[in-house]
Protein backbone atom coordinates (compact mmCIF):
# COMPACT_ATOMS: atom_id res chain seq x y z
CA UNK A 1 0.00 0.00 0.00
CA UNK A 2 1.03 3.66 -0.24
CA UNK A 3 1.54 5.93 2.71
CA UNK A 4 -1.62 7.69 2.11
CA UNK A 5 -3.85 3.78 1.54
CA UNK A 6 -1.78 3.04 5.06
CA UNK A 7 -3.40 6.69 6.47
CA UNK A 8 -6.78 6.07 5.19
CA UNK A 9 -6.79 2.59 6.53
CA UNK A 10 -5.61 3.66 9.83
CA UNK A 11 -7.37 2.38 13.05
CA UNK A 12 -6.13 4.95 15.50
CA UNK A 13 -8.55 7.88 15.18
CA UNK A 14 -5.88 9.99 15.83
CA UNK A 15 -4.73 9.67 12.16
CA UNK A 16 -7.71 8.93 10.29
CA UNK A 17 -10.49 10.40 12.09
CA UNK A 18 -8.12 13.99 11.61
CA UNK A 19 -7.70 13.21 7.97
CA UNK A 20 -11.12 12.52 6.95
CA UNK A 21 -12.21 16.36 8.88
CA UNK A 22 -9.30 17.77 7.35
CA UNK A 23 -7.41 18.71 10.80
CA UNK A 24 -4.49 18.21 9.11
CA UNK A 25 -2.46 20.36 12.10
CA UNK A 26 -3.51 17.15 14.35
CA UNK A 27 -2.33 14.60 11.89
CA UNK A 28 0.85 15.86 11.02
CA UNK A 29 1.53 16.21 15.00
CA UNK A 30 0.18 12.61 15.12
CA UNK A 31 3.27 11.53 12.36
CA UNK A 32 6.01 13.56 13.66
CA UNK A 33 5.58 11.20 16.63
CA UNK A 34 4.67 7.88 15.32
CA UNK A 35 6.44 4.67 15.98
CA UNK A 36 5.81 1.44 14.79
CA UNK A 37 5.56 -2.28 16.78
CA UNK A 38 7.58 -4.88 16.23
CA UNK A 39 4.83 -7.60 16.98
CA UNK A 40 5.67 -10.12 14.47
CA UNK A 41 4.53 -10.80 10.92
CA UNK A 42 6.47 -8.04 8.41
CA UNK A 43 7.58 -5.39 11.02
CA UNK A 44 9.58 -8.02 12.92
CA UNK A 45 12.69 -7.45 10.54
CA UNK A 46 12.20 -3.54 11.05
CA UNK A 47 15.08 -1.75 13.37
CA UNK A 48 14.49 -1.56 16.87
CA UNK A 49 13.98 1.30 17.95
CA UNK A 50 15.45 3.23 20.85
CA UNK A 51 13.53 3.83 24.25
CA UNK A 52 11.64 6.67 25.23
CA UNK A 53 11.88 8.15 21.32
CA UNK A 54 9.29 9.49 18.77
CA UNK A 55 9.29 9.67 15.29
CA UNK A 56 10.95 6.52 14.72
CA UNK A 57 8.34 5.75 11.23
CA UNK A 58 9.59 9.03 9.95
CA UNK A 59 12.96 8.32 10.35
CA UNK A 60 12.58 4.60 8.91
CA UNK A 61 11.18 6.35 5.83
CA UNK A 62 14.45 8.63 5.35
CA UNK A 63 12.69 11.62 6.09
CA UNK A 64 14.74 14.27 7.68
CA UNK A 65 13.83 14.93 11.61
CA UNK A 66 12.57 18.61 10.22
CA UNK A 67 10.67 17.52 8.11
CA UNK A 68 6.97 18.29 10.35
CA UNK A 69 8.41 20.05 13.10
CA UNK A 70 11.05 22.86 12.46
CA UNK A 71 12.52 22.33 15.70
CA UNK A 72 11.48 18.91 17.09
CA UNK A 73 13.81 18.52 19.79
CA UNK A 74 11.52 21.06 21.63
CA UNK A 75 8.89 19.61 22.87
CA UNK A 76 7.59 23.04 23.15
CA UNK A 77 8.59 26.79 22.46
CA UNK A 78 7.49 30.21 24.17
CA UNK A 79 7.90 33.61 23.01
CA UNK A 80 7.04 35.93 26.09
CA UNK A 81 6.11 39.22 24.13
CA UNK A 82 3.22 41.74 23.96
CA UNK A 83 1.33 40.85 20.89
CA UNK A 84 -2.39 42.15 21.95
CA UNK A 85 -3.48 45.43 21.54
CA UNK A 86 -6.91 46.78 22.09
CA UNK A 87 -8.55 50.15 20.84
CA UNK A 88 -11.34 51.53 22.41
CA UNK A 89 -13.61 54.17 21.38
CA UNK A 90 -16.62 55.39 23.36
CA UNK A 91 -19.26 58.47 23.08
CA UNK A 92 -20.31 58.86 27.05
CA UNK A 93 -23.04 61.61 28.44
CA UNK A 94 -24.42 61.62 31.43
CA UNK A 95 -27.52 64.24 33.00
CA UNK A 96 -27.75 64.59 36.46
CA UNK A 97 -30.74 66.25 38.48
CA UNK A 98 -30.17 67.27 41.77
CA UNK A 99 -32.95 66.82 44.54
CA UNK A 100 -35.83 68.78 43.67
CA UNK A 101 -39.60 68.39 44.64
CA UNK A 102 -38.64 65.27 46.80
CA UNK A 103 -36.60 63.75 42.85
CA UNK A 104 -33.37 63.18 42.13
CA UNK A 105 -32.11 61.80 38.94
CA UNK A 106 -28.85 60.64 37.49
CA UNK A 107 -28.64 58.68 33.88
CA UNK A 108 -25.16 57.80 31.90
CA UNK A 109 -25.05 56.19 28.12
CA UNK A 110 -22.25 54.85 26.69
CA UNK A 111 -21.93 53.99 23.16
CA UNK A 112 -18.52 52.49 22.09
CA UNK A 113 -16.70 49.89 20.15
CA UNK A 114 -14.01 47.53 21.51
CA UNK A 115 -11.35 46.58 18.78
CA UNK A 116 -8.08 44.39 19.04
CA UNK A 117 -5.82 41.23 18.93
CA UNK A 118 -6.23 39.25 21.69
CA UNK A 119 -3.58 36.17 20.62
CA UNK A 120 -4.29 32.64 19.69
CA UNK A 121 -3.85 33.75 16.27
CA UNK A 122 -5.53 32.17 13.07
CA UNK A 123 -2.33 32.37 11.23
CA UNK A 124 0.68 33.85 13.61
CA UNK A 125 2.24 35.03 10.19
CA UNK A 126 -0.89 36.93 9.32
CA UNK A 127 -2.40 38.16 12.51
CA UNK A 128 -3.91 40.81 10.48
CA UNK A 129 -6.49 39.09 10.00
CA UNK A 130 -7.32 38.77 13.78
CA UNK A 131 -7.65 42.65 14.40
CA UNK A 132 -11.62 42.48 15.64
CA UNK A 133 -14.49 43.16 17.74
CA UNK A 134 -13.09 42.04 21.05
CA UNK A 135 -14.84 39.97 23.91
CA UNK A 136 -16.00 42.62 26.27
CA UNK A 137 -17.16 44.89 23.36
CA UNK A 138 -20.79 46.61 24.76
CA UNK A 139 -22.02 48.65 21.79
CA UNK A 140 -24.56 50.12 24.61
CA UNK A 141 -24.56 50.60 27.76
CA UNK A 142 -27.07 52.78 29.64
CA UNK A 143 -27.63 52.96 33.59
CA UNK A 144 -30.03 55.60 35.88
CA UNK A 145 -30.38 55.99 39.71
CA UNK A 146 -32.40 58.11 41.77
CA UNK A 147 -34.86 58.78 44.32
CA UNK A 148 -38.65 59.68 44.52
CA UNK A 149 -40.21 61.14 47.54
CA UNK A 150 -43.95 59.97 47.73
CA UNK A 151 -46.39 62.62 47.96
CA UNK A 152 -47.92 61.55 50.73
CA UNK A 153 -48.38 62.94 54.17
CA UNK A 154 -49.08 66.21 55.42
CA UNK A 155 -48.56 69.29 53.12
CA UNK A 156 -48.22 66.83 50.12
CA UNK A 157 -50.89 65.49 47.26
CA UNK A 158 -52.76 62.95 49.32
CA UNK A 159 -53.66 63.04 53.35
CA UNK A 160 -52.12 66.60 53.28
CA UNK A 161 -54.65 67.49 56.14
CA UNK A 162 -52.82 64.59 58.59
CA UNK A 163 -51.45 65.13 61.99
CA UNK A 164 -49.94 63.20 64.81
CA UNK A 165 -49.28 59.88 64.75
CA UNK A 166 -50.78 58.97 61.49
CA UNK A 167 -48.73 61.96 60.12
CA UNK A 168 -45.70 60.81 61.07
CA UNK A 169 -46.22 56.99 59.97
CA UNK A 170 -47.19 58.09 56.20
CA UNK A 171 -44.87 61.20 55.93
CA UNK A 172 -41.48 60.79 54.43
CA UNK A 173 -41.10 57.32 52.52
CA UNK A 174 -38.62 57.43 49.96
CA UNK A 175 -38.51 55.44 46.87
CA UNK A 176 -34.92 54.40 44.90
CA UNK A 177 -34.18 52.74 41.62
CA UNK A 178 -31.41 51.34 40.00
CA UNK A 179 -31.70 50.51 36.27
CA UNK A 180 -29.12 48.40 34.21
CA UNK A 181 -29.71 47.82 30.50
CA UNK A 182 -26.44 46.93 28.32
CA UNK A 183 -26.29 45.26 24.87
CA UNK A 184 -24.64 41.87 24.97
CA UNK A 185 -21.10 40.55 24.64
CA UNK A 186 -19.53 39.64 21.40
CA UNK A 187 -19.04 36.21 20.33
CA UNK A 188 -17.92 33.44 18.07
CA UNK A 189 -20.10 31.33 15.48
CA UNK A 190 -17.42 28.62 15.43
CA UNK A 191 -15.77 25.79 12.96
CA UNK A 192 -12.96 23.15 12.50
CA UNK A 193 -10.06 25.48 13.07
CA UNK A 194 -8.16 24.76 9.33
CA UNK A 195 -5.04 26.34 10.26
CA UNK A 196 -4.39 27.12 13.97
CA UNK A 197 -6.74 28.26 15.81
CA UNK A 198 -10.06 30.56 15.54
CA UNK A 199 -11.49 28.40 13.38
CA UNK A 200 -14.88 30.26 11.76
CA UNK A 201 -17.02 29.12 9.21
CA UNK A 202 -17.24 30.31 5.61
CA UNK A 203 -20.39 31.93 4.13
CA UNK A 204 -21.74 30.79 1.05
CA UNK A 205 -25.36 31.55 1.35
CA UNK A 206 -27.82 34.81 2.83
CA UNK A 207 -26.55 34.70 6.46
CA UNK A 208 -27.21 37.62 9.12
CA UNK A 209 -25.51 37.10 12.53
CA UNK A 210 -27.53 40.26 13.54
CA UNK A 211 -31.04 38.37 13.68
CA UNK A 212 -30.71 36.14 16.25
CA UNK A 213 -33.23 36.81 19.63
CA UNK A 214 -33.83 34.77 22.33
CA UNK A 215 -36.78 32.51 21.72
CA UNK A 216 -37.87 30.02 24.05
CA UNK A 217 -39.98 26.75 23.69
CA UNK A 218 -43.16 26.71 24.61
CA UNK A 219 -43.45 25.11 28.51
CA UNK A 220 -39.83 24.41 28.79
CA UNK A 221 -36.55 25.38 30.54
CA UNK A 222 -34.61 26.03 26.85
CA UNK A 223 -34.47 27.70 23.75
CA UNK A 224 -33.00 28.75 20.45
CA UNK A 225 -31.04 31.94 19.20
CA UNK A 226 -31.96 31.64 15.73
CA UNK A 227 -35.68 30.06 16.18
CA UNK A 228 -36.64 27.48 13.33
CA UNK A 229 -34.73 29.55 10.60
CA UNK A 230 -31.57 27.09 10.28
CA UNK A 231 -30.39 23.70 10.31
CA UNK A 232 -27.52 21.16 10.56
CA UNK A 233 -26.29 19.13 7.16
CA UNK A 234 -23.54 17.35 6.43
CA UNK A 235 -20.94 19.51 5.40
CA UNK A 236 -20.16 18.94 1.55
CA UNK A 237 -16.55 19.05 1.55
CA UNK A 238 -17.45 15.52 3.39
CA UNK A 239 -17.98 13.70 0.13
CA UNK A 240 -14.78 15.13 -1.51
CA UNK A 241 -12.63 12.47 1.12
CA UNK A 242 -11.47 9.30 -0.26
CA UNK A 243 -14.63 6.66 -0.30
CA UNK A 244 -13.13 4.52 2.09
CA UNK A 245 -13.34 7.12 5.00
CA UNK A 246 -16.67 8.44 3.25
CA UNK A 247 -18.33 4.60 4.33
CA UNK A 248 -17.07 4.84 7.60
CA UNK A 249 -18.62 8.03 8.52
CA UNK A 250 -15.33 9.63 9.52
CA UNK A 251 -16.61 13.09 8.46
CA UNK A 252 -18.00 14.76 11.27
CA UNK A 253 -18.51 18.36 9.99
CA UNK A 254 -21.61 19.91 9.75
CA UNK A 255 -23.31 23.03 7.81
CA UNK A 256 -26.13 25.55 8.54
CA UNK A 257 -28.76 25.06 5.80
CA UNK A 258 -31.43 27.73 5.47
CA UNK A 259 -35.77 26.45 5.62
CA UNK A 260 -34.85 25.80 1.92
CA UNK A 261 -31.90 23.45 2.47
CA UNK A 262 -29.70 26.00 1.16
CA UNK A 263 -26.14 26.01 3.01
CA UNK A 264 -25.52 29.31 3.92
CA UNK A 265 -22.40 28.67 6.33
CA UNK A 266 -19.77 24.95 6.18
CA UNK A 267 -16.20 24.69 7.69
CA UNK A 268 -13.34 26.07 5.53
CA UNK A 269 -11.53 24.05 3.63
CA UNK A 270 -8.16 22.93 5.25
CA UNK A 271 -5.60 25.41 5.08
CA UNK A 272 -7.87 28.45 4.40
CA UNK A 273 -9.35 31.18 7.01
CA UNK A 274 -13.35 31.28 6.93
CA UNK A 275 -14.73 34.48 5.72
CA UNK A 276 -17.51 34.78 8.01
CA UNK A 277 -15.11 36.89 11.04
CA UNK A 278 -14.57 36.72 14.54
CA UNK A 279 -17.04 37.72 17.29
CA UNK A 280 -19.77 38.85 14.64
CA UNK A 281 -22.70 37.76 17.54
CA UNK A 282 -23.96 39.39 19.86
CA UNK A 283 -24.94 37.41 22.74
CA UNK A 284 -28.48 38.18 24.22
CA UNK A 285 -28.24 41.42 26.01
CA UNK A 286 -28.54 41.97 30.24
CA UNK A 287 -30.86 44.47 32.08
CA UNK A 288 -32.27 44.47 35.71
CA UNK A 289 -34.38 46.79 37.71
CA UNK A 290 -33.79 47.01 41.47
CA UNK A 291 -35.63 49.07 43.93
CA UNK A 292 -35.93 50.06 47.39
CA UNK A 293 -38.42 51.79 49.85
CA UNK A 294 -37.76 53.58 53.50
CA UNK A 295 -38.50 56.20 55.33
CA UNK A 296 -37.54 57.63 58.58
CA UNK A 297 -38.77 57.98 61.88
CA UNK A 298 -37.41 60.96 64.26
CA UNK A 299 -38.12 59.35 68.13
CA UNK A 300 -36.38 61.98 70.02
CA UNK A 301 -33.46 64.42 69.59
CA UNK A 302 -30.89 61.77 69.81
CA UNK A 303 -32.85 58.73 68.28
CA UNK A 304 -34.29 57.94 65.20
CA UNK A 305 -35.68 54.58 63.55
CA UNK A 306 -35.06 53.65 59.75
CA UNK A 307 -37.65 50.93 58.11
CA UNK A 308 -36.12 50.19 54.57
CA UNK A 309 -37.19 47.45 52.11
CA UNK A 310 -34.78 46.47 49.26
CA UNK A 311 -36.13 44.37 45.88
CA UNK A 312 -33.90 42.95 43.41
CA UNK A 313 -34.59 41.89 39.77
CA UNK A 314 -38.15 42.84 40.64
CA UNK A 315 -39.63 42.14 37.81
CA UNK A 316 -38.48 38.50 37.85
CA UNK A 317 -36.67 38.70 34.58
CA UNK A 318 -34.23 35.45 34.41
CA UNK A 319 -30.94 35.53 32.62
CA UNK A 320 -29.68 33.27 29.86
CA UNK A 321 -26.71 30.81 29.13
CA UNK A 322 -25.20 31.59 26.08
CA UNK A 323 -26.09 29.61 22.38
CA UNK A 324 -24.39 26.94 21.12
CA UNK A 325 -22.58 28.40 18.43
CA UNK A 326 -20.60 25.37 16.63
CA UNK A 327 -21.66 24.56 13.59
CA UNK A 328 -20.25 21.25 14.18
CA UNK A 329 -22.46 20.90 17.40
CA UNK A 330 -26.11 18.98 17.19
CA UNK A 331 -27.26 21.80 19.56
CA UNK A 332 -26.12 25.23 17.03
CA UNK A 333 -28.05 27.64 18.42
CA UNK A 334 -29.74 26.09 21.47
CA UNK A 335 -30.00 28.40 24.40
CA UNK A 336 -30.02 25.20 27.20
CA UNK A 337 -30.41 26.96 30.53
CA UNK A 338 -31.39 29.95 32.07
CA UNK A 339 -30.00 31.22 35.21
CA UNK A 340 -31.07 31.18 38.76
CA UNK A 341 -31.93 35.12 38.73
CA UNK A 342 -35.08 35.30 40.75
CA UNK A 343 -37.12 38.30 42.47
CA UNK A 344 -35.56 38.53 46.03
CA UNK A 345 -37.23 40.99 49.03
CA UNK A 346 -34.65 42.19 52.31
CA UNK A 347 -35.57 44.20 55.02
CA UNK A 348 -34.27 46.01 57.48
CA UNK A 349 -34.95 48.01 60.91
CA UNK A 350 -32.26 50.02 62.11
CA UNK A 351 -32.07 52.29 65.62
CA UNK A 352 -29.98 55.06 64.97
CA UNK A 353 -28.79 56.63 68.48
Not at 83 to 90: E, F
Not at 237 to 266: H, R, Y
Amino acid sequence: MTGAEQLRRATASSIRNNLANGNYSALATTLSTLNYSKAGGINSTLPDIPPNTLGAVLRLNKFPENFIKTNPQFNGATLQTNMGNTNYHSLQGQATLRPMAGVSLQASYTWSKLLGRAGGYTNPVDRGGDYTIQNGDRRHDFRTNGTFELPIGPNKLLAGNSSGVLARIIEGWQMSWIVDLSSGDASNITAQSMLYANGVPDVVGNFDPSAGNVQWQDGALAGNYFGDTYQRVKDPQCANIAPILVSNNLCTLSAIADKSGNIVLQNPLPGTRGSLGQNVIELPGLWSLDTSMGKSVRISESKRLNFRMDATNILNHPGVANPVLSINDANFGQITAKDDSKREFRGSLRLNF
